[in-house]
Every structure is written in structure tokens, then in C-alpha cells.
């Protein structure tokens, strides 16, 4: 890319899909959200077109989370999950980094932060990491994951839902978002889906449900595309 043809800025997101942080009765949001404006820099050639071969120093392959060696199934309703990562223009992500990091079919995650009465799941860690082909696929077979309450004084549940990170190519399009299911009576009480203020963006980060005609009998099916930037960007959330 020649010099001159470099963005010193992307354009802003479009109302409503950037989600409203901090988030009342979510202490993370407080302690993780800036307090002052962003200072606003031009984007050089290396935030552009950077960084190549990220998969070299991030290694992929992890796609199997619901099964770590032969025999050993994780406990949950299995799920196989794929689905695209695209461009503002609808254009595949080639070689884009995805990571996925979940609860476990109880709702407690494989992390010593996580000290919740219930159970861990020996056969379940909850990460994986995959590396999108050329047409921008990504997949993944896991668990769909529990609910948790969120350990504040007014008490609220989190839905099912799975962590994202997108990084395709170059550093200043990482996203770091969360998919949720169809359905669920507690997305309406998610403080994180709801702080995204568009309807239509909050849809976004919902799945949609494969029929079983297509998938099986062996697991659930669900598709998920992931957009980048532009109009029908996926919301980042906290």
C-alpha cells in the first residue's frame, strides 16, 4: 500500500452499535473502560497491513473443545459451531485469528478468578483457537455453556453466551465480542447485551440455530458470522 494511500483514521461506527460503558451493576466496565477521552493518532503502515503470519506466533488448531483426548467428553449439551469472518464489504477475512473462551455446561470458568459454587469440569477447559480458510470459515465443537449470576447487591444472570477475539489482518481490526442463543428468556436481563442501544445490532450477536435435518443427532448446530467493520459490523462488547 503506498504511503499516501494509508487511512489516518477508520470511519466512526454508525449510531447504536458501539455498546454504552460503563455498565450500571457491572463492576469490570468501571475499572476497564477509560475515564478520558481517546487521543486520536494516524494509522501508520504497520497498524494498516500489520501483523503478517500472526498465526506464527499464535499458534491454531484448538477447534475441539467439548473432547481434550479419546475418551474424554465434556459434560453439556455438544455443539458444533461455525460460521464466517467478513469485511465491511462482505469480502471473506482470509488467515484471521479467532479465539473462543467460555463457562462450562454449569456456568463457572476454568480460571482461579472464578471461585463460584459450582462445579468445574475436569474434562472441559473452555478455550480454543482457530486460524479462518480462504473463504473466511471458522469452526468449533464445544458444550453450549450455563448461566452465572453476576456477584453484585442487585443480583442479575448472564445468558449463555461465548466469548470472542477477532484479529484479522492488521492490529486495528481486533474485535473482542460475545455470541448469544436465540430464545433464552435472560438475554433480556443481560446488562452487556443491552448496553448495545440498536435493536438490529443486538442481533448481531445472536446465533442462529441450524435445523437438526442438517446437523444430526449427535450434537446442535449453530451458524455465526462475524463482521468486522461498517453498517453490519458486529457489536464489540465489554
Not at 51 to 70: I, M
Not at 144 to 149: E, I, L, Q, R, S
Request: charged residues 20%; neutral net charge.
Amino acid at each position: 500500500m503506498p504511503r499516501d494511500e494509508v487511512p489516518d483514521r477508520f470511519a466512526p461506527w454508525p449510531p447504536g452499535i458501539e455498546p454504552e460503558v460503563p455498565v450500571p451493576g457491572y463492576p469490570n466496565t468501571w475499572t476497564h473502560t477509560p475515564s478520558q477521552p481517546l487521543h486520536r493518532r494516524p494509522a501508520g503502515r504497520t497498524e494498516a497491513t500489520g501483523p503478517l503470519a500472526l498465526h506464527r506466533k499464535l499458534p491454531c488448531g484448538d477447534a475441539n473443545l467439548a473432547q481434550l483426548a479419546p475418551g474424554r467428553i465434556a459434560i453439556g449439551q455438544l455443539m458444533h459451531l461455525s460460521g464466517r469472518i467478513l469485511d465491511e464489504d462482505g469480502r471473506p477475512v482470509r488467515g484471521a485469528v479467532v479465539e473462543l473462551w467460555q463457562a462450562n455446561a454449569a456456568g463457572r470458568y476454568f480460571h482461579p478468578i472464578d471461585q463460584r459454587d459450582a462445579p468445574l469440569d475436569p474434562d472441559f477447559i473452555g478455550n480454543g483457537r482457530v486460524l479462518t480458510d480462504e473463504e473466511g470459515r471458522y469452526a468449533f465443537f464445544t458444550i453450549k455453556p450455563g448461566a452465572y449470576p453476576v456477584p453484585v447487591k442487585e443480583t442479575w444472570w448472564r445468558p449463555p453466551h461465548l466469548h470472542f477475539s477477532v484479529i484479522g489482518p492488521s492490529s486495528l481490526s481486533r474485535l473482542v465480542t460475545q455470541m448469544y442463543f436465540a430464545g433464552d428468556p435472560l438475554n433480556a436481563y443481560d446488562r452487556i447485551l443491552n448496553a448495545v442501544p440498536d435493536a438490529a445490532a443486538r442481533d448481531r450477536l445472536i446465533a442462529r440455530h441450524l435445523p437438526p435435518e442438517e446437523v444430526g443427532d449427535r450434537w446442535l448446530g449453530f451458524t455465526h458470522d462475524i463482521v468486522l467493520r461498517g453498517r453490519h459490523a458486529t457489536p464489540a462488547t465489554p
